[in-house]
Nanobody, 120 residues
Framework: QVQLVESGGGLVQPGGSLRLSCATS????????MGWYLQAPGKQRELVAA???????NYTDSVKGRFAISRDNATSTVYLQMSSLKPEDTAVYYC??????????????WGQGTQVTVSS
């Protein structure tokens, strides 16, 4: 059974920073595009940032310049460094590992989610 174990959420004041971590098995990590998604109450889950096995990143517009995604191949961990946090960043954040080949989705795994609350 594939597990994605997340950590690092919590309560932070506006303008503050948090770092989320997500660890999984080496076999899954090394072959996956790793991503972070958020889901606010009553809304659909949406992509925040993703990083390919080669290190190419992409971000949703609302977090560009504030968030940074990175991956550590030695520890099979993906990180999301969040800075200049705003109340609208409040959501449950989910780690994702997926792999496609020739437009066929081979796997798509999710973490359990970690709550991020930005409030004074």
């Amino acid at each position: 059974q594939v597990q994605l174990v997340e950590s690092g959420g919590g309560l932070v004041q506006p303008g503050g920073s948090l770092r989320l971590s997500c660890a999984t098995s080496r076999s899954i990590f090394s072959a996956s595009v790793m991503g972070w998604y958020l889901q606010a109450p009553g809304k659909q889950r949406e992509l925040v940032a993703a990083i390919t096995t080669g290190g190419t990143t992409n971000y949703t517009d609302s977090v560009k310049g504030r968030f940074a995604i990175s991956r550590d191949n030695a520890t099979s961990t993906v990180y999301l460094q969040m800075s200049s946090l705003k109340p609208e960043d409040t959501a449950v954040y989910y780690c994702n590992a997926r792999r496609s080949s020739f437009f066929v989705l081979l796997w798509n795994y999710w973490g359990q989610g970690t709550q991020v609350t930005v409030s004074s």
